[in-house]
């Protein structure tokens, strides 16, 4: 699977920016679609994650009820709507895609085989 990423950019405090992630050399069916960010001097984490099949999604608690992700079956792209932005988002965001990753380990972030480059969010007060 390629994945590419895109629609980083600089955003004020409380803007929105909306990521998408189109992947593409095989079928989604049974994929787990994540996204993970890392910031400055700290580790990779975990933000959303989507089932291909099923659409069961899943948020790291520091983001719950700002980012939504969904997913475009026809486009083969993951999108993430990240709504009230805080200076904490900013990061390098990054989209991964793995198969059979049970629910348990969606957080995980060696649980994902496939990543693609990163996309920068800037967050300014």
């Known amino acids: 699977v390629q994945l590419q990423a895109s629609g980083g950019g600089l955003v004020q405090t409380g803007g929105s920016l909306r990521l998408s992630c189109a992947a593409s050399?095989?079928?989604?069916?049974?994929?787990?679609m994540g996204w993970f960010r890392q910031a400055p001097g700290k580790e990779r984490e975990f933000v959303a994650a989507i089932r291909w099949s099923g659409g069961t999604t899943s948020y790291a608690d520091s983001v719950k009820g700002r980012f939504t992700i969904s997913r475009d079956n026809a486009k083969s792209t993951v999108w993430m709507q990240m709504n009230s932005l805080k200076a904490d988002d900013t990061a390098v965001y990054y989209c991964?895609?793995?198969?059979?990753?049970?629910?348990?380990?969606?957080?995980?972030?060696?649980?994902?085989?496939?990543w693609g480059q990163g996309t920068q969010v800037t967050v300014s007060s």
């Open positions: 991964a895609a793995g198969g059979g990753i049970i629910l348990s380990n969606q957080r995980n972030q060696y649980a994902y085989t496939y």
């Open positions: 050399g095989r079928t989604l069916n049974g994929v787990t």
